[in-house]
């Protein structure tokens, strides 16, 4: 066999052992990337790549218009709020068959229709609901049929001139229903069954430092006016978990905490992770253009399952996938014009290992496929969550071959060595992962271990020490009384 033939059998033999991410690496249109311990930025494999981009022409059913939210069913169908059509377009699983589209219904008999619906979510019983957002009021469709109607609540908690303008829209398994409401900033609106308000959720208060309150009373009425207004913040996304936490995306101008986990009382019981930010990019992301620079601008948030959670950033189209304990996984996407990017994302969901995004300008249903990096990832997380630390260790170590500087994988590593025990080996994968909590812990198991092992020896060691001191002292103190002797009577002699 020549060398030439030799030399493309190993080319073609190199080729098929080349993983689909790795082929759709040169593929991707934006940078990936995450951050290390000290906060900079770390590139990193493509956890995502951008999969299908799908249009209501591409449907059949006419191009989409402003699509501003969507939901997936628990049977894997695709629910669009397709905004500028007053419609919402259900699609199948497999997103090229379209189930229905809803653009009409009945109330009381009577035909009516949606005006710019946002939000779109379902419920355990089956029912539709949707924030028919210019007709002021959230709906629960059981097919054709309106079964339940949400509009101008009553309570005194509202003011007497209170615009109901409902955003966005979920519901808990309990049948509680969520509403983001226009210029609600005192938190989320809460319904009970019967449709009645019952009041606000996750209330998110800003609080003003005592510098702030200085400058803000030195300031001219002009320079207040161009101040940040210290107003509780504004909810931009919702969604809700098996067990019933309310995922909230909401307004952070700090880049430090853009999303919530609500429990049933309303408080965030959110793990914000080693860096404590839950936020997107950080506040000092470099960028050229002053319209991208500083923190993400989260506007909406998905549930993936396993306690992992993604959020959407529409300043620079990035997506963001946090795990249980708030550490950031991985980050994909961008803006532009190339397929994959985003000119302005609205929404996002998650279709078992497929991220979906909503695009207002590009009319487009976008698609996010799982790598081989991303699918490793997402499992070590899985099994770790579910407690199977021995197959989450090799998940780990699979992702280290791909990546040799992610943070997170010795970490993992490092945790499943402390749950078993080891801990001197727990505190070499702690340490490469940064971990200083845990490796606090492992450190300190050492210790004790190594302590309770040498213990007996150590003591004897001790009383040996102390024993042999003693004598010492003893041998010397009466060494030096013989000289002392001696002097003495050699001086009587001499007289």
């Known amino acids: 066999m020549s060398k030439k033939i030799v030399s493309i059998f190993i080319i073609i033999l190199v080729m098929a052992s080349m993983t689909p991410w790795a082929l759709a690496m040169e593929q991707v249109p934006y940078e990936t990337y995450t951050y290390d311990h000290w906060e900079y930025i770390v590139f990193t494999p493509a956890a995502y790549v951008p999969g299908e981009s799908i249009s209501g022409v591409n449907l059949g059913i006419g191009a989409f218009s402003d699509p501003q939210g969507m939901y997936v069913g628990d049977d894997g169908a695709v629910y669009i709020a397709d905004t500028g059509n007053s419609r919402i377009v259900v699609l199948e699983p497999d997103l090229h068959t379209v189930r229905r589209v809803i653009d009409s219904f009945y109330i009381d008999g009577v035909r009516d229709t949606f005006d710019k619906p946002r939000g779109v979510s379902t419920a355990i019983d089956g029912y539709i609901y949707v924030a028919d957002t210019e007709n002021r009021r959230v709906i629960a469709l059981d097919g054709d049929t309106v079964v339940r109607v949400i509009s101008n609540p009553q309570s005194e908690m509202l003011e007497d001139n209170f615009d109901f303008v409902p955003l966005k829209v979920t519901v ?220 989450a260790v090799e998940k780990w170590r699979e992702v280290l071959i791909l990546n040799e500087n992610f943070e997170l994988a010795n970490a993992g590593i490092g945790k499943a060595y402390l749950t078993a025990g080891d801990n001197e080996t727990a505190m070499y994968y702690l340490e490469l992962g940064m971990d200083r909590v845990h490796y606090s812990i492992a450190f300190r198991r050492w210790r004790n271990d190594f302590l309770k092992d040498n213990i007996g020896w150590m003591l004897t060691l001790l009383v040996i020490g102390i024993f042999a001191y003693v004598v010492i002292r003893i041998i010397l103190r009466r060494k030096r009384g013989h000289v002392v002797d001696d002097d003495v009577t050699g001086g009587g002699m001499i007289a």
């Open 172 to 391: 808990d398994f309990a049948g509680r229903v969520f509403v983001i409401a226009r210029n609600m900033f005192q938190g989320i609106m809460t319904f009970n069954q019967d449709g009645e308000f019952v009041g606000f959720y996750g209330t998110i208060n800003v609080t003003i430092t005592l510098w702030q309150r200085f400058w803000r009373a030195i300031s001219t009425q002009e320079q207040r006016a161009r101040q940040q207004l210290f107003i509780p913040t504004e909810f931009t996304g919702l969604d809700v978990d098996p067990a019933g936490f309310v995922y909230a995306s909401n307004v952070d101008r700090a880049g430090e905490q853009a999303v919530r986990r609500l429990n049933p009382n309303g408080e965030d019981v959110l793990r914000r992770g080693e860096n404590d930010n839950v936020g997107g990019d950080l506040l000092q992301f470099p960028a050229s253009d002053s319209a991208f620079a500083g923190p993400s601008n989260i506007i909406d948030v998905t549930y993936r399952g396993k306690g992992m959670y993604s959020l959407l950033d529409s300043r620079r189209g990035r997506i963001f996938t946090y795990d249980h304990e708030g550490n950031l996984l991985y980050i994909f996407g961008g803006m532009g014009q190339q397929a994959g990017t985003f000119r302005q994302p609205t929404a996002i969901a998650a279709q078992e290992t497929r991220i979906l995004a909503l695009d207002a300008i590009r009319n487009e249903l976008i698609t996010f496929e799982q790598t081989q990096y991303g699918a490793l990832i997402n499992q070590a997380i899985a099994l770790r969550y579910d407690g199977d630390e021995t197959q």
